[in-house]
């Protein structure tokens, strides 16, 4: 049981490039969510899925894009990198409504040059 | 708009006393309030949480106090130990989306 694996753990991109975030969980979890972490503001919420096939917008979902085709898995993109995006992200799930607690994943240091 | 607050970045505590952090909040729909506690290079985990109908809740060293007319809660650990430095999250739970704080850099001084 692995819980929350982000892919990858870190990566450098020139400003304009594109690319994707893997999250996948093993828990059978309805919800899922991908956050950013900067200095002094703590983990802010991008978007998230209530369920296989849906999405929604979070806090700061300009400049993001992102899919959940399979239960097990939510992807974030990054169609044109910019230094602004450099950051930590966290992918976290939960298990449904009723329970509160979300498991996070160890997250992907993402570096815009 | 931030609807949690965490006002001391940092803390520093002599091992075997007692830890409070504290945070703020606006959002009166928050239904649930989580802590979570974070080393570096790792993944926030879960610590403790309370239901906004409760005003304690205890689990070993770790009690979460809720004021709901204040809009304010807190952290006590007690015994606080060396493993206990690291970074703590206040958050607040609205549907299923959590809103978290800054955060709180708590160091445990031998």
């Known amino acids: 049981n692995a819980g929350v694996t982000q892919t990858p753990k870190f990566r450098v991109l020139k400003t304009g490039q594109s690319m994707t975030l893997l999250c996948a969980q093993d828990m059978n979890h309805e919800y899922m969510y991908w956050y950013r972490q900067d200095p002094g503001m703590g983990l802010r919420l991008i978007h998230y899925s209530v369920g296989e096939g849906t999405t929604a917008k979070g806090e700061v979902p300009d400049g993001y894009n992102v899919s959940r085709l399979k239960k097990q898995n939510f992807l974030l993109g990054l169609e044109s990198a910019a230094p602004s995006q450099t950051s930590v992200y966290f992918c976290?799930?939960?298990?449904?409504?009723?329970?509160?607690?979300?498991?996070f994943g160890p997250g992907t240091r993402l570096t815009v040059l | 708009d931030q609807q949690v607050k965490q006002n001391s970045p940092s803390l520093s505590v002599q091992e075997g006393r007692i830890s409070i952090l504290n945070c703020d909040y606006t959002?009166?729909?928050?239904?649930?309030f989580l802590w979570y506690k974070k080393y570096p290079a790792e993944g926030p985990t879960f610590l403790i949480s309370i239901s906004s109908i409760k005003d304690k809740n205890e689990d070993g060293r770790f009690t979460v106090f809720l004021n709901k007319s204040a809009k304010h809660l807190s952290l006590h650990i007690v015994p606080s130990q060396p493993g206990d430095s690291a970074v703590y999250f206040c958050?607040?739970?609205?549907?299923?989306?959590?809103?978290f704080g800054a955060g709180t850099t708590v160091t445990v001084r031998a």
């Open positions: 959002n009166s729909m928050f239904d649930y």
């Open positions: 958050a607040g739970n609205n549907d299923y989306k959590l809103s």
């Open positions: 976290a799930s939960r298990r449904g409504t009723g329970y509160n607690e979300q498991f």
